[in-house]
């Protein structure tokens, strides 16, 4: 639990740049799970500063984006895939095909297929070093909404009303909100070898404690993370404020 989301986010940084520095030392590959929103925004600042201002280079990383909105094409600006670019990969040296984002222009009878090689993709790579995560209030991680199996790989699925709310201002009125998103399952998430979640905000403070408190379900997705041996959530105090 943090004072503030800045602090709390360069924390998080530097356990991934140190991550990619130690792949590097091995000549070995670091695969990282990302994840766009308000939340990892910080963090991705500091990976683009410690780039430019201290060499952290990316030569080794590929990424794995957890999520798209469906349909939605690269160009949107409320795209996933231009966010990330803004955010990170314009500012930095990865390989662009080391770029993965499920991509939200698929044929809707292509789909399956699509999925079932994105999650092949990840598998081929040796599978996710780390995963960055945020929360929706509905509990979800990636668009893993409720009810979402334990076993769930990456498909496309029906978003939340409560979540196309949350974006309803970033897309001008909740009828420009798409209603799917193409996201990684949560057995996908569950299989990276750490996972840190990140969680600012009053907002967020009931789904956290039900998260951190609550019994595990596909009621609440994250719940499934209080099994996963090496997950770390990563608060501010206001997030943290229901803890008991
Ligand atoms: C985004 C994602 C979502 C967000 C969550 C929180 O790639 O997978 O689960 O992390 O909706 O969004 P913010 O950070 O905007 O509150």
């Known amino acids: 639990i943090f004072k503030n989301a800045t602090d709390a986010s360069i924390v998080v940084a530097h356990e991934i740049a140190t991550l990619i520095q130690t792949k590097q030392k091995e ?3 670091c695969v990282l799970g990302l994840a766009t929103g308000s939340s990892p925004v910080k963090v991705y600042e500091e ?54 984002i499920p991509d939200g222009t698929v044929a809707i009878d292509e789909i399956n297929q699509y999925c079932i090689d994105y999650e092949m993709s990840i598998k081929t790579v040796g599978g996710l070093d780390f995963q960055l995560l945020g929360i929706g209030r509905t ?13 769930s790989g990456t498909r496309i699925i029906t978003l939340d009303h409560v979540t196309r709310s949350d974006a309803s201002s970033a897309f001008n009125g909740i009828s420009n909100v798409p209603k799917k998103a193409i996201t990684m399952g949560v057995s996908t998430v569950l ?4 996972i840190v979640l990140l969680a600012w905000g009053e907002n967020k403070a ?39």
Do not use: C, W
């Open 47 to 100: 990976l683009v500063r410690m780039h430019k201002e201290e060499g952290l280079s990316f030569h080794n990383v590929i990424t794995f984006n957890l999520d798209e909105y469906y349909p939605m094409t690269k160009e949107n600006n409320q795209s996933y895939h231009y966010f990330m670019h803004e955010h990170l990969f314009n500012h930095i040296d990865i390989k662009p095909e080391n770029i993965n």
């Open 191 to 194: 299989k990276s070898k750490r």
């Open 139 to 151: 509990g979800h991680i990636g668009f893993n909404e409720p009810g979402s199996h334990v076993n």
């Open 206 to 244: 009931d789904v956290i404690t039900t998260t951190i408190q609550g019994e595990i379900s596909s009621d609440i997705p994250a719940t499934f993370l209080q099994n996963h041996n090496n997950t770390t959530f990563i608060l501010d105090v206001f997030a943290a404020s229901q803890l008991t």
């Open 27 to 29: 000549s070995k590959n």
